[in-house]
């Protein structure tokens, strides 16, 4: 396999895991911000950030790590389809624990905020 062949099965292979990977978790995904967030702004910023990074970061990830380090004289297909195929995938981790990194700091702060809110209330009364 050439990197020109891996370039082109790259794009449908990122796409397809990332896809699958969107159509898993947006669900609970978006009832756990709903859920956390006051106002619902949490999760119009988020879900679709998310689901932006999913789409990019295994993309960039399989390019940087599984193309660009792939030999000019070529591999053999089913090195370089499972190359790619690790690239997408240790992207998708690497972007859900940023996702998941980010998301327990919003949830602190927004915990945070609810507390401090409850704490005015009982000292107003």
Same mark, same amino acid.
């Given at each position: 396999?050439? %990197?020109?062949?891996?370039?082109?099965?790259?794009?449908? @292979?990122?796409?397809?895991?990332?896809? +699958?990977? %969107?159509?898993? @978790?947006? $669900?609970?995904?978006?009832?756990?911000?709903?859920?956390?967030?006051?106002?619902?702004?949490?999760?119009?910023?988020?879900?679709?950030?998310?689901? @932006?990074?999913?789409?990019?970061?295994?993309?960039?990830?399989?390019?940087?790590? $599984?193309?660009?380090?792939?030999?000019?004289?070529?591999?053999?297909?089913?090195? $370089?389809?499972?190359? @790619?195929?690790?690239?997408?995938?240790? $992207?998708?981790?690497?972007?859900?624990?940023?996702?998941?990194?980010?998301?327990?700091?919003?949830?602190?702060?927004?915990?945070?905020?609810?507390?401090?809110? +409850?704490?005015?209330?009982?000292?107003?009364?």
């Amino acid at each position: 396999m050439t %990197v020109s062949a891996a370039l082109l099965l790259l794009f449908p @292979i990122s796409l397809v895991v990332s896809t +699958a990977l %969107v159509a898993v @978790i947006i $669900g609970s995904f978006r009832a756990t911000l709903e859920h956390y967030s006051d106002d619902n702004l949490g999760a119009v910023f988020w879900v679709p950030y998310s689901v @932006i990074m999913i789409y990019l970061v295994p993309l960039f990830v399989a390019l940087l790590f $599984g193309v660009a380090t792939m030999p000019t004289s070529g591999v053999e297909p089913e090195f $370089g389809y499972l190359r @790619i195929l690790l690239g997408v995938l240790g $992207g998708c981790l690497l972007v859900l624990a940023g996702i998941g990194s980010k998301l327990s700091k919003h949830q602190r702060r927004v915990m945070r905020y609810r507390e401090l809110e +409850a704490a005015k209330r009982s000292m107003m009364q």
